[in-house]
């Protein structure tokens, strides 16, 4: 898959909400169907305010000159080794100058420190799970459900009839005081693109990524993995400070 395609497919989701990103998601929504991607495209994620910063922070941390180059775009929404390029001070910097964190956090941007250098890196669920403010287009305190919406979580397909398809997933839970990731349970999604890859290609017992209700591409075992690594990390980093 085209890489601006494969970002476009997890940005979709929050930016069909009006989370994040610039109101172009009709646009979006017509190069992912068409499976086109342009400049125009390019401009489109160029304009998420959270996002994109992130991309170029992990590009240039591993020297590589395009920030959706695919390999880029997996290491922010799935993970791979990239991330664990990233400096602990390069990744300060970067919240501090390119995302203004600390101003918008107050004191409270101490414990991203600490997170920083317990092991975080820049992937989708540090920002999810260890930094308490929404900081995209609305910004407001995180709810356990707008967590678990907004981390890009994996499922196993079982079944699928024409729009809606069951997955089941690992949900994040609040117990004990602390985050964790439930039992695996059924869930219910409805399709919210109507691409090739999305009408002929899903198939029961396929793995699948997910974000705010949209599922996003199909992950092979070694994507899942990484996923739920970086999940759990940033999962237990979140919980010394719970």
């Known amino acids: 898959m085209d890489a601006l395609l494969r970002c476009s497919r997890y940005a979709f989701g929050p930016n069909r909400l009006h989370y994040c990103g610039p109101a172009k998601n009709t646009e979006m929504r017509d190069y992912i169907n068409d499976e086109t991607a342009d400049l125009g495209l390019r401009e489109i994620l160029e304009d998420f305010e959270t996002m994109y910063p992130y991309l170029l922070h992990i590009a240039r941390a591993n020297k590589i000159d395009d920030p959706l180059n695919d390999r880029v775009v997996e290491a922010y929404w799935v ?105 695996e349970e059924p869930r219910a999604l409805t399709r919210r693109l109507e691409a090739e890859y999305d009408i002929e290609q899903l198939a029961v017992g396929d793995l699948v990524s997910i974000h705010w209700g949209v599922i996003c591409e199909v992950l092979s075992r070694r994507q899942t993995a990484s996923l739920k690594k970086y999940t759990l990390r940033h999962i237990a980093l979140a919980n010394q400070t719970i």
């Open 79 to 183: 993970g791979n080794e990239l991330l664990d390029r990233v400096s602990k001070n390069d990744l300060y910097w970067h919240l501090v100058d390119n995302l203004s964190l600390k101003k918008k956090l107050g004191k409270s941007f101490a414990l991203v420190e600490d997170k920083i250098a317990g092991g975080a890196v820049p992937h989708h669920s540090f920002h999810v799970l260890d930094i308490w403010k929404r900081t995209g287009f609305i910004e407001r305190a995180h709810t356990l459900e707008s967590m678990d919406e907004c981390r890009v979580s994996w499922g196993r397909v079982t079944a699928v009839a024409g729009p809606s398809v069951t997955v089941l997933y690992e949900p994040l839970l609040y117990k004990d005081g602390k985050l964790t990731l439930g039992t």
